[in-house]
């Protein structure tokens, strides 16, 4: 079965310092990485994948087998990224259930 | 409608009665899903349908509990005999296969209290 953890509950950082919410995983076969958003009473929402390798919102990660972690960075915090983050995964390519981690709530202050 | 939507949005209800939840999900979504979140987790899967056909239930997803989605569109879940331990939010997301696309889209949400 596979797993999703995200250490920190909570991650408090001023604005315009670089940011790092971290998400380690387990899971035996080839998985598909997420991290998806919560912006204060909006819905949950994709943030980006591990396949498409952009950058949103100055936001990157990058998915590292060796270490199975998928670590969400952003060089300098914006106030507007203050929301909760969800890292999670499905079995590759097979447009599964998410398994989703505890999440991580993002507080940028000035 | 661009996005999913449920209904409704709350929902406040004595322990024992039974609710039902309802989700449209996005018009060319052929997958449905369900999931619960308590606070301080994130989402659980509970199940999903694609197209009428009910694929996959959690371990979670207790016998009082049942979902349905009768024509491939919208889709319903119910819980009987509800519990204090119920109280959560309901999320509902649809996906498309189509072109291998893997995005879920999440609805606002159904916040459950069984008092």
């Known amino acids: 079965a596979q797993r999703v953890t995200q250490p920190e509950k909570l991650l408090s950082v001023f604005k315009g310092a670089p940011v790092e919410l971290k998400c380690n995983y387990s899971?035996?076969?080839?998985?598909?990485l997420f991290w998806y958003v919560q912006y204060s009473r909006q819905r949950l929402q994709l943030l980006l994948r591990?396949?498409s390798r952009e950058s949103i919102k100055g936001f990157t990660a990058d998915l590292n087998k060796g270490e199975t972690s998928f670590h969400l960075k952003k060089p300098f915090a914006q106030e507007e990224d203050s929301a909760m983050y969800y890292c999670?995964?499905?079995?590759?390519?097979?447009?599964?259930?998410?398994?989703f981690g505890t999440g991580t709530r993002l507080q940028v202050t000035l | 409608d661009t996005g999913v939507s449920q209904d409704p949005r709350h929902k406040i209800t004595k322990r024992g009665q039974n609710v039902t939840f309802r989700c449209d999900p996005i018009s060319e979504h052929n997958r449905l899903y369900w999931y619960r979140q308590t606070l301080g987790q994130g989402p659980e899967f509970l199940t999903y349908f694609q197209n009428e056909a009910q694929l996959e239930k959690s371990r979670l997803l207790s016998d009082r509990f049942s979902a349905e989605r009768p024509k491939g569109s919208f889709s319903t879940l119910e819980i009987q005999r509800t519990e204090q331990g119920d109280s959560a939010m309901y999320l509902c997301a649809s996906s498309s296969t189509a072109a291998g696309d893997t995005e879920a889209f999440f609805g606002q949400g159904t916040r459950l209290t069984v008092v």
């Open positions: 591990h396949i």
């Open positions: 899971y035996s076969g080839s998985p598909e």
């Open positions: 999670a995964l499905i079995p590759t390519g097979t447009a599964s259930k998410l398994t």
